[in-house]
């Protein structure tokens, strides 16, 4: 499948790491630092272009940059050549991390899809980029949850998939609306990682009885 990120930083870089080795052709866009990144992109096996070549490039856009930042960024997509699913990693925080800029009456991901009328859009908030970039997505022997929010079923199936990429447990949480919830329960986990000193190794856990009364532990 080929990706194309929109955010060129430690979330960006982290993801590719991860789905370029499963597979995926990346394109990264969005940096101050052109150069730079090239270099990086091509330690990573993976290719640069600007927001607009990335987009055209995508079956999935992944929207990775700061939440201040992203507007600015959508700005310079132009005109999407056809529908995308775009994969939103980010989350409205204040710039110190001590809050949320947006929630609970509308979320990120509500916000950001009034931004890209081309765009499918499905909110799947990533593991803490110091885990992408660490030598094990695991915790305790298990994989981090991510919440996967959006309002069409098969994107939803698409993001869930490239979650599964980067060794994290995807969880389907149905329509974006949810993502009202889900980008608090991320803000916790930031609280708890940097204010709190957990430290970023921190996530989730979702537990659940099926039918037949087994029960299943996912890591979120």
């Known amino acids: 499948m080929k990706i194309g990120i929109i955010g060129a930083g430690n979330v960006g870089t982290g993801l590719t790491k991860h789905l370029v080795p499963a597979g ?44 201040t930042a992203a507007s ?24 110190d991390m001590s809050g949320l800029l947006v929630g609970t009456n509308t979320s990120g991901a509500e916000e950001i899809a009034k931004l890209v009328p081309w765009a499918r859009v499905v909110k799947a908030i990533p593991p803490f980029a110091e885990m992408l970039h660490s030598p094990s997505m695991l915790i305790d022997g298990k994989r981090v949850g991510v919440f996967v929010c959006g309002d069409d079923s098969e994107a939803r199936a698409v993001v869930a998939k490239l979650v599964s990429d980067i060794e994290a447990e995807p969880v389907d949480a149905g329509p974006l609306v949810l993502a009202r919830f889900v980008e608090p329960a991320a803000m916790l986990l930031v609280q708890l990682a940097y204010a709190r000193g957990f430290g970023t190794r921190v996530g989730l856990s979702l537990m659940r009885e099926t039918t037949g009364g087994t029960t299943h532990e996912r890591d979120s």
Do not use: Y
């Not at 730079?36 to 999935?60: I, Y």
């Open 24 to 67: 995926h052709s990346v394109m990264l866009s969005f940096s101050l630092e052109m150069e730079r990144l090239r270099t990086t992109a091509a330690a990573l096996g993976a290719s640069v272009g600007t927001v607009a070549e990335a987009v055209r490039f995508a079956d999935v856009v992944v929207l990775a940059t700061p939440w």
């Open 72 to 95: 600015v960024a959508l700005e310079q997509v132009g005109d999407a050549p056809r529908k995308k699913i775009l994969w939103d990693c980010t989350n409205a925080l204040n710039p």
